[in-house]
């Protein structure tokens, strides 16, 4: 059974930064790419990054210099470092595995930016 179980959200003021991480079971972790979604009330889910078994790495121009996406293949988790927040950053934050097929979804955590 497959399982993402992502952690790490929270209340941050703007400016401020929090780290996702995303622990993963049931799948041979290293050879999927592993993304993070996010979705906020009243707007479609969107790519936020992604990084490949290679360890190739994608953002969102929305994001891209402020959040950083790892991997720790040991451990089974993908991480989401995020930085300088900004209050549009705020949604429920998914963790994504894909390989061949539909991907796989965590539940999601809340990230809510605010001061």
């Known amino acids: 059974q497959v399982q993402l179980v992502e952690s790490g959200g929270g209340l941050v003021q703007p400016g401020g930064s929090l780290r996702l991480s995303c622990a993963a079971s049931?799948?041979?972790?290293?050879?999927?790419?592993m993304g993070w979604y996010r979705q906020a009330p009243g707007k479609q889910r969107e790519l936020v990054a992604h990084?490949?078994?290679?360890?190739?790495?994608n953002y969102a121009d929305s994001v891209n210099g402020r959040f950083t996406i790892s991997r720790d293949n040991a451990k089974n988790t993908v991480y989401l470092q995020m930085n300088s927040l900004k209050p549009e950053d705020a949604a429920v934050y998914y963790c994504?595995?894909?390989?061949?097929?539909?991907?796989?979804w965590g539940p999601g955590t809340q990230v809510t930016v605010s001061s």
């Open positions: 990084i490949t078994s290679g360890g190739n790495t």
């Open positions: 994504n595995a894909r390989l061949v097929g539909p991907p796989y």
């Open positions: 049931g799948i041979i972790f290293s050879i999927y790419t």
